[in-house]
């Protein structure tokens, strides 16, 4: 290869600085990819715009605790025309005439408190709160999600521009082979058939080089969706085993307690047994006070004023309202019995994700040594089989059959160092800590509960927090 040597490193830690030669001073990391993708993934955004929203659902639902007063007014007009007798014999009868307009006009106010209500605002409000919970577990996924996405496109990146180096300096070594094979044609000492083999190998080398050059730019593309920036000067990546627990049952453990879609399937099945509550409420009673007072003005050409007040008291106990509340409570039922259902179903596949994800981990371990071995090996049979054919013990073929051995093996190392680092961020996703929190990532983290506080006792206005 003439002085071409890649990836003979054991660290993965140092993966693809062969290629990239010294780290430049300013030289983007994971990690700060991470920030950024964490920062401003728009999907990630969204989601969190998602649980603000559901936090609304505790102050609508604590509103049943709280009284409701309307205020009433009317104003008008009206034209009277009466005649009326009074009296108790025929010869005493008096006739009143009554002719004329007058404009009557109120004010009222009525404040209406639950007494009680089958225990429905309080079921309700639990129901809110869990659906909270539940919709910060959605976003623990998605955050999660979006950090392995990160990982996987940045070193996606690192590997694609890697293999694309390895596939130029192949062509670079090919047309060198090439330029040779015609000279010794040239003097006699190889036939037509070997320029041609030249020649084809050339061709087919070219090929993997536009091949990897359009995968590199869809991972750029894909680099610039899920972090925010175009990649450049990208540092080396390196694996988060340190994280991770030592064992594969202690994974497994550990995900069927911080897995988030677990935890998110057990507030599930709160928020379905709360509404089972819910719609056994409506069979109680329901108990209420009202309190109201109204201040008329000529209401009619006799009365100039009048004022009302009442305090009452009500209690509505339903009986039969056609059965549908009955279905409501054995429609809920089931759907309390599918999430359990549910939540079994989301235990098994995230003991199924780590086991997998972990064995893909220690796959990845081990293929990261045998792609180093194969390469070293694969070097040392092209130098061989070189010497081998100028002594004339070897065709041309041969050099080229151990040249894309050697780009093939190469290829492989640059894979399995991809694997053996994102294998590690798959593992760190499957246990449920993939978080900003445990990889140390210099960002403030966001906390879903600050929003939820803000709002959770507001009894009026329709501005949100942040000013809007």
Do not use: C
Request: charged share 15%; net charge neutral.
């Amino acid at each position: 290869m003439h002085g071409v040597k890649f990836f003979t490193g054991a660290a993965v830690s140092v993966l693809l600085a062969a290629l990239a030669g010294p780290t430049p001073a300013l030289a983007d990391t994971i990690e700060a990819a991470l920030v950024r993708a964490y920062q401003n993934n728009p999907q990630l955004n969204a989601q969190r715009a998602q649980v603000r929203s559901t936090d609304e659902n505790v102050p609508q639902a604590l509103s049943g605790y709280r009284p409701k007063v309307a205020v009433t007014g009317s104003v008008g007009y009206q034209y009277t025309d009466t005649n009326t007798t009074s009296g108790g014999s025929p010869t005493a009868i008096v006739r009143t005439e009554i002719h004329g307009a007058n404009a009557p006009r109120s004010a009222g106010v009525t404040a209406t408190q639950n007494l009680y209500n089958g225990n429905q605002t309080a079921n309700r409000t639990r129901a809110a709160e869990s659906q909270v919970s539940g919709a910060r577990e959605a976003l623990r996924v998605l955050e999660q999600t979006v950090l392995l996405q990160a990982a996987t496109v940045y070193m996606d990146y690192l590997r694609d521009s890697a293999t694309l180096e390895v596939q130029r300096s192949n062509v670079r070594v090919l047309e060198q082979t090439l330029k040779q094979t015609r000279d010794r044609f040239n003097v006699g000492e190889v036939t037509r058939t070997d320029v041609a083999q030249s020649e084809a190998q050339l061709a087919a080398g070219n090929t993997q080089a536009l091949t990897a050059e359009s995968n590199l730019t869809t991972t750029r593309s894909n680099f610039r969706r899920i972090i925010g920036n175009e990649p450049a000067n990208l540092a080396p990546g390196s694996p988060v085993d340190r994280f991770l627990p030592g064992t594969l049952p202690s994974a497994v453990s550990l995900s069927l307690i911080e897995n988030p879609n677990v935890t998110a399937s057990m507030y599930g099945i709160d928020v379905n047994y709360l509404q089972v509550k819910i719609n056994e409420g409506a069979l109680l009673p329901t108990i209420n006070f009202q309190v109201a007072a109204t201040q008329s003005y000529e209401q009619t050409m006799t009365v100039f004023r009048s004022f009302g007040a009442s305090a009452v008291a009500s209690i509505n106990a339903p009986i039969y309202q056609g059965g549908a509340e009955y279905a409501l409570i054995r429609q809920s039922k089931e759907n309390l019995a599918q999430q359990r259902l549910n939540l079994e179903t989301t235990r098994d596949q995230a003991r199924a994700t780590v086991v997998t994800a972990w064995g893909q981990l220690q796959a990845g371990k081990a293929q990261v040594q045998s792609a180093q071995a194969q390469v070293t090996a694969s070097e040392i049979a092209l130098n061989g089989v070189r010497e081998e054919a100028k002594a004339g013990q070897r065709t041309t073929l041969d050099v080229l059959n151990a040249q894309q051995a050697l780009v093939n093996a190469r290829v492989a190392l640059v894979t399995a160092q991809h694997d053996r680092v994102v294998a590690s961020y798959s593992v760190l996703n499957a246990v449920g800590r993939l978080a900003p929190q445990v990889l140390g990532l210099n960002t403030t983290v966001y906390d879903p509960s600050v929003h939820y506080e803000q709002v959770r006792d507001s009894w009026a206005g329709v501005r949100t927090p942040d000013g809007r």
